[in-house]
């Protein structure tokens, strides 16, 4: 078998979604770097600062602002990253955002702007990336996008945001019968609470995460690590017969009752 090493020699990565270290994206950015995947990032314009010595650190040879609920710029990062290079393999989408007013109290007081946004930039922009990436994936490839439980369970405080990850599971399927044909795999990880800049935002969020540790088989929570090794995998060959998958890096926790 390769080693980790050259597991993705001469692959091409598109990376949303790095805010700083915590970010789950940048976790996952360095494990394709180390695989041998040459790296390319889009991030949010006043992020600038922070994400750009990040870059440097994964060597990446595409850097472009992409703000995700704008469809040019999200068909300009793919154009950036098409220029470049002339081809893509992976895509990864790490992006989620919800006014932080309607990740607390009730759901059903969720305002119609709220949960349009929340859909918009959580899930709506995983179509529009795929839309932007698939023409660039001529020998195939694998997209991933992460999700959370709160989306096939109702959390307290996660709100619209399991609701945006319930559309975002379903585009997983759709997008991945669409573009298997051209072998092009789209999957998803639902991963267990993390503490990250998207988390911080979400009432209650200690409580999850000392929940999740007392639940899961495992007794601990995951890591950021956790979620970039299952990512690996699932956008390297080794994946080569899984697409449409919600593939939950959770310490097992989704498979309790109590
Ligand atoms: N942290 C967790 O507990 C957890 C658990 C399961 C799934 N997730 C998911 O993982 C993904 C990454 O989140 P994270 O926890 O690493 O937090 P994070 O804050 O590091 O990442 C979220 C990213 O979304 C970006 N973003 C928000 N609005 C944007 C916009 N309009 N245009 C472009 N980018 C925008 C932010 O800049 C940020 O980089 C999200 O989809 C999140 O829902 C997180």
């Not at 709220?114 to 995983?126: E, T, V, W």
């Not at 179509?127 to 997209?143: D, N, Y």
């Not at 990880?189 to 409580?207: L, R, Y």
């Not at 999740?212 to 970039?228: G, L, S, Y």
């Amino acid at each position: 078998m390769e080693s980790i090493g050259n597991m993705l020699a001469g692959k091409r990565a598109m990376i949303f979604g790095i805010a700083n270290e915590r970010s789950i994206a940048w976790s996952i950015g360095k494990q394709l770097h180390e695989a041998g995947a040459e790296i390319g990032l889009a991030y949010l314009e006043p992020l600038k600062d922070r994400v750009m010595p990040l870059a440097e650190k994964l060597e990446a040879s595409v850097a472009v602002p992409c703000d995700v609920s704008k469809d040019e710029e999200i068909e300009n990062a793919f154009k950036v990253a098409g220029e470049k290079w002339g081809s893509l393999d992976i895509l990864v989408h790490a992006v989620a955002f919800a006014n932080r007013e309607d990740l607390e109290g009730r759901f059903v007081d969720t305002p119609r702007e709220g949960f349009r946004l929340a859909l918009d930039i959580s899930a709506y922009s995983f179509v529009a990336m795929a839309r932007g990436a698939a023409p660039l994936m001529k020998e195939g490839g694998s997209m991933l996008a992460m999700s959370y439980y709160g989306a096939v369970k109702t959390i307290p405080n996660y709100n619209v945001m399991g609701v945006a990850k319930a559309t975002l599971e379903s585009c997983v399927r759709y997008l991945a019968v669409d573009l298997g044909a051209d072998n092009i795999r789209v999957n998803a990880i639902s991963a267990g609470p993390i503490k990250t800049p998207a988390s911080s935002g979400i009432k209650g969020f200690k409580t999850m995460l000392g929940a999740c540790a007392d639940r899961a088989p495992m007794k601990k929570n995951i890591t950021q690590e956790d979620v970039a090794k299952s990512a690996l995998y699932l956008c390297s060959d080794l994946a080569c017969g899984v697409t449409g998958e919600i593939h939950y890096v959770d310490n097992g926790f989704n498979v309790t009752g109590m």
